[in-house]
């Protein structure tokens, strides 16, 4: 089998949870290290990669195909470039970008050197999202009516990472938790006409936005998207209301947890959640109305790097796509003016 070495650029908390357990895990890729700019830990987890010192040394070693840009968003452009620049095919943390205007310069340089490009949008493989794409590509709920998806949590302290707290180009909840039910939203119902949003900073102290309500407006339905971190009680992270039923489910993934706890991706309770987190689907049937519980899909962030070597060795699509990060940072940017302007941003011609 072909191997794809990869290395990545940063081993904090995505590099050790996201990235490298799978990379070092699927047979069709090759760990070939990180970037570890002055912390020296990967070789107490993986003693056979390499601690690359400077971002140069992964560039200039011919051998590594596949460069994976998980450092904070406001260096994702730069360092994307770079990675490409050098021929490397590359994997770019959400946010994407900072802004559309950078999103489609790289789009266009991995075109321009036929080399690939993805977002690592992996919440699309979320256990959570999975039942609820599977719930409504089976028809039962019928037609759209009132959709939301939310990112909510009860945490009124400042994240102690600089960057996302720092007010700049790359910072706040809009481009931190906004581009996961973005994404998801625009996988399953396509570009919107227009959108409507409200951003604010809730938290005392905070410098950045930190609650997003954004509205996605379809010919004919509404979609929802939301995330803070005032919500003490919880409430249904997936809210989906049809001509024909409704389908209610929690943010039930259990994966980052369990990759923080050191489960790797091929333990045979990988990705499965709890029996107390299944979805609730009410709907009719003929002349019956069924309320039941949904036994929720397991999810598994592995079928994402799967489909980036298939990208790579076969040619296939990336399972993320340049244009997937593209319009989801149309939706970000529009937010935020729609935000400043308080108005309705029309988003087709």
């Known amino acids: ?4 070495k990869t290395a990545i650029l940063s081993f904090g908390m995505s590099g050790k949870v996201f990235h490298a357990p799978f990379l070092e895990l699927l047979p069709g890729f090759e760990f070939a290290g990180a970037w570890e700019r002055s912390k020296n830990q990967l070789s107490d987890y993986y003693p056979n990669a390499q601690s690359f010192k400077t971002l140069e040394s992964i560039l200039e070693d011919e051998s590594i195909e596949l460069v994976v840009v998980n450092t904070p968003t406001y260096t994702h452009f730069e360092y994307a ?3 490409l620049d050098a021929n490397k095919h590359v994997v770019v ?3 994407f970008t900072t802004t559309v205007a950078e999103a489609l310069e790289l789009k266009e340089l991995a075109e321009r050197k036929n080399l ?3 977002v690592f949008q992996n919440r699309r493989w979320d256990s959570d999202f ?3 794409k599977e719930i409504y ?3 039962v709920l019928g037609e759209p009516v009132d959709v939301s998806f939310c990112f909510d949590r009860f945490n009124p302290a400042l994240s102690p990472k600089q960057h996302k707290e720092v007010k700049g180009s790359g910072a706040g909840i809009v481009k931190d938790l906004g581009p996961h039910i973005i994404d998801q939203a625009l996988h399953l119902f396509g570009f919107p006409d227009s959108l409507f949003a409200k951003l604010a900073i809730t938290r005392q102290y905070s410098e950045v936005d930190d609650y997003f309500k954004i509205l996605l407006f379809y010919p004919r339905f509404n979609v929802e998207l939301r995330g803070g971190y005032f919500f003490k009680e919880p409430t249904p992270s997936y809210t989906f209301h049809g001509t024909n039923g409704s389908f209610l489910k929690s943010r039930g993934d259990v994966q980052e947890t369990q990759l923080q706890r050191g489960m790797k991706p091929n333990a045979a309770e990988y990705g499965i959640e709890p029996e107390r987190e299944y979805g609730i689907l009410n709907y009719v049937d003929g002349k019956q109305h069924v ?3 949904v036994q929720t899909l397991p999810g598994n962030y592995s079928n994402y790097y799967e489909g980036v070597y298939q990208s790579i060795v076969e040619g296939s699509a990336m399972p993320v796509t340049a244009d997937d990060g593209i319009n989801v940072m149309k939706i970000i940017e529009a ?3 729609s935000d400043l302007e308080k108005r309705v941003i029309p988003l087709k011609d």
């Open 1 to 4: 089998m072909t191997k794809v």
């Open 81 to 83: 470039k770079l990675a």
């Open 93 to 95: 943390e959400k946010a």
């Open 116 to 118: 690939k490009l993805s």
């Open 130 to 132: 999975r039942t609820v």
């Open 137 to 139: 590509s089976k028809g």
């Open 291 to 293: 309320r039941e519980l």
């Open 335 to 337: 937010a935020f003016q």
